[in-house]
């Protein structure tokens, strides 16, 4: 139980260009999700709380118009980098909250050229 | 497909007690294996490993990675409430197409009792 998948796996855009990330809880509700970006030295940032229904709470420091959220549902949440540019690039990751724990997606490594 | 599985699920202990958290694996193109203590909402980093049998050490935590029988151990002595958190192992490998990324298992959620 609690399997959260993410799509794409692997994504290479052009600079400009937008991007979604889908996080998807497969097999049970998931009123929150949280958002992650992988830094050097294996560090993960905190960019933004998904709330089903309302408003994402984001980090200080996270730019909200770039980095678009959306939890339209109980068991989706997308993330949008919007005019992505190279500095981007990265690893982004989700994790959907059961209720006790957090589990994590496979992430989506992000390059753009 | 790339798997982590972590055991035990949950543990509760008293203070001053060593537990041993574990963690095995099934992925291609290994490339490192990474555990991670998370209080809040940020996962926080704590060891690296890539190479077999070499002890990484951090105060009272350790670990140690066997990649022939594919499994990790964290040990955590003389415990203290402070140290009640989920622990996370992930491992990073390539994927298809060459890019790399985190594969997680689901967290031992740990329990000190004073």
């Known amino acids: 139980g609690a399997v959260v998948s993410q799509h794409p796996s692997w994504v290479i855009c052009k600079s400009g260009t937008s991007v979604k990330i889908e996080c998807r809880s497969l097999?049970?509700?998931?009123?929150?999700m949280f958002w992650y970006r992988q830094f050097p030295k294996q560090s993960l940032m905190l960019m933004a709380t998904?709330?089903?229904?309302?408003?994402?709470?984001?980090e200080q420091g996270v730019e909200k118009d770039k980095f678009l959220i959306n939890h339209a549902s109980l068991t989706l949440s997308t993330l949008t980098v919007t005019s992505a540019h190279p500095e981007d690039s990265s690893f982004y990751i989700c994790?959907?909250?059961?209720?006790?724990?957090?589990?994590f997606g496979s992430g989506t490594r992000l390059t753009v050229v | 497909e790339d798997k982590v599985v972590q055991s035990p699920l949950s543990l509760v202990v008293h203070e001053g007690d060593t537990v041993t958290l574990n963690c095995s694996y099934e992925?291609?193109?290994?490339?490192?294996l990474l555990w991670y203590k998370q209080e809040k909402k940020a996962p926080t980093f704590l060891f690296m490993l890539?190479?077999?049998?070499i002890e990484k050490k951090s105060g009272r935590l350790s670990s140690i990675l066997d990649k022939k029988e594919l499994f990790s151990i964290l040990n955590i002595t003389a415990t203290q409430t402070g140290d009640s958190a989920v622990y996370l192992c992930?491992?990073?490998?390539?994927?298809?197409?060459?890019?790399?990324?985190?594969?997680f298992g689901k967290g031992t959620h740990l329990i000190i009792q004073p």
């Open positions: 994790s959907a909250w059961t209720g006790t724990a957090g589990t």
């Open positions: 998904s709330n089903e229904g309302s408003k994402a709470t984001y």
């Open positions: 992925v291609t193109n290994f490339r490192s």
């Open positions: 890539t190479s077999s049998g």
């Open positions: 992930a491992v990073d490998a390539l994927l298809r197409g060459g890019a790399d990324g985190l594969t």
């Open positions: 097999d049970f509700q998931a009123t929150t």
